[in-house]
């Protein structure tokens, strides 16, 4: 018989046994198997601080106040920790937090694995953000490990902590998206000697000021009991503790140590606890192979977890990137204001100019007037921000059936005039269809526009020198109304839904393998009529992950003055179904979104008394919101 | 893949030294094949290895201990793994032969210092 490793699995068993673990090893590995080995764990770092050089913070100073994510709201309201109410000492934490699914929503990404390079720390710092985006902003938030991690020129091999890289994503405008700068690993084929000394050369894509998710500040708590109060008021934390040899076992239950043989230091995020167990639950970056599904439990206490400070985030602030499926028309929510969740909006005012309008992300959610520009605008514009520094972009059909581009800059604080391109005869009064795709980096714009004969025009402009439109064709037929409907899909191709003479709607769809030929998808509609052009986001009703798409938000104003909502279930494959009717004397549907208002719908209507109106919709229904002002 | 050669009389070590990857999920595994009675592997002592970061590779060592009455060769195969992922290649690998050469065990038989283990 050959001989094998000292330690198998089935020693491990025995010796867990031995000793009243409270844990198992892993069910897939047989007895016979090997467990691990290494050695070291975590020595004082210099930028990896002592819980105890920490000590409490102001909780009530970091998060006194309400949260964009109502049910946080509610979480501080019961610590004592919003206004005047009374602290309410013991009793107000729950016994246990988990944040793959509160309140009925996941909110935590899917497992990662950082193999083979030692980069557990900007796994750590990037599940960090992407959870607190998601928790604060409803979105998910897919970020690139890769991004801090190179962005830092560290090899494969280079240790480091969460500290190091969540002052690096502070001081260098966010974490930005895989496809700015993925996470990387060596090429096949390098030899194991030189791997962990392999770097990735760090050239994000040029926008990436456009599209990471930024972050003011982070905080480093040091008390436990603060700790579990910040998972339950705030979200998760990253944690670095010691890994035994028996760790990579670890199966269900809690882990504490019963090896004595270190194998390095590691760093998680901490997406719970558990007072009952007496745990903290983590999501580990070594694919979902280890523990349960990549999630584990460690004591309270053990291998160091509690020696070391773990770090919360608050306060972020998502790109429009990352927003760009989740807002149509002439609304969208920007990252300005103190909770990065501004409404901005425009809309025709006198003299065929265009009013900004936009709302602040805080009580008492007032609407205000900002700049007015452009001259020839014929209706209602369709409004966005982009990656090209976050500018916000303006698009609209003018009186002499064109379209005309402006767009705010960002760094100067004016409005600029984008130029006039198009057809000639776009149809007068009509909104087009305006997003930023995925093509090229930064990526095209695509416009879609009515024409007045009753037909779809496709325009689009490669983001680069030299910077002109080309028309794209022109497809369909007997298109009654047509304007803010234009998504592009997980798979790339560009959706639209567009309102027939026959008052029905009917989905397109531009079958971009063979030939980028748009074709016509599902008919739907009530019955009564549509009387003005559909808005379509992509919501986060069904995403389960960031990977998944979500459901199809529909509305649109049909005979009668009053909003159909629609839906249709991308990822299960469900048919356009209608929710709901709301509202009165309603015209025209002119924007729409799904901003950081706890998952809420927010729709903007044009009146018959040529007045805009704000709707939105929760848990309880549709409700109508205040007039904003004319038109 | 480094392939070393060490000849032992019985009792005699040699001590292999390994880059640890243990914060990666990696393991090293070892197999002994050919005569695997002359030879036993163990864990060593942990080499100092001060302010290692999270992540960070650590040296380890292992211990190759040449068994009387010697008088044959063993092949010991060390693999880099991740145990939950047995289809995945090995990170690295070692390969040690050792010839025991037969005799009585050496008084204190001593330590011969190696390394292996390429990174």
Known sequence: MPQESVQSVGELRAQLIARGARWSVLEHLADEEPVPRPSLGLEPGANLTPAGAVGPVDLAGLIGHASGNPHLTRRRAAHGLLGAAPRTAAGARPAAVDWRNRWGWPWITKVKDQNPCGSCWAFGAAGLVESMARIEHDVWAKRSEGDVHDGLRFSCGQGSNPETALDWITANGGLADPDCWPYSIPPAGLPAARRDAWRAEYTPSWDRSGRTVRVTDYVRLGDVEQQKVWLDTVGPLTACFDVYDDFFGLGSGVYHRTSDRLAGGHCVLVVGYDDAAGCWLFKNSWGTGYHVGGYGRIAYGEVNIDYWAKCGLRGTNPDPWTKRRLHTGNVYESGNGRAHRNFELLATTTGARLQHWWREGDAPFAWARARTFAHDASGQPAFTGTTYNRNMESLHVTTGGRLRHWYYEQSAGVWRDGGAFGPGDAAIGSTPAFIQSDYGKPGNFEVVVRTADGRLNHWWRINGAPWTWNDGGRFASGIAHYGPALVQTRARHLDLVAARTDGRMQLWWRDDPNGFVWRAGEVFGSGTPAICAPCLIEGQYGAADEDTAGNYELCVAVAGGQVEHWWRGNAGGSPWRRSAVFGHDVAAVTGMLQGSFGFNLEVVVLRTDRRLQHYWRDGAGWHEGPVIGPV | ?119
Request: aromatic fraction near 8%; charge should be positive.
């Open chain 2, 1 to 119: 893949m480094e392939v070393r050669r060490v000849v032992l009389r019985p009792g005699e070590t040699y001590a292999v030294r390994l880059t640890g990857r243990g914060a990666r999920g990696y393991v090293w595994t070892w197999r002994v094949t050919g005569d695997a009675d002359v030879v036993s592997v163990a864990p060593g002592p942990r080499p100092a290895s001060p302010g290692a970061a999270p992540g960070a590779a650590v040296e380890l060592s292992y211990v190759v201990r040449a068994r009387p009455p010697g008088g044959g060769r063993a092949r010991i195969r060390f693999a880099q793994v991740r145990p939950p992922y047995p289809d995945e290649a090995p990170y690295d690998e070692y390969v040690l032969d050792v010839e025991v050469t037969p005799g009585e065990v050496t008084p204190g038989g001593g330590v011969t210092p190696g390394s292996g283990g390429a990174g």
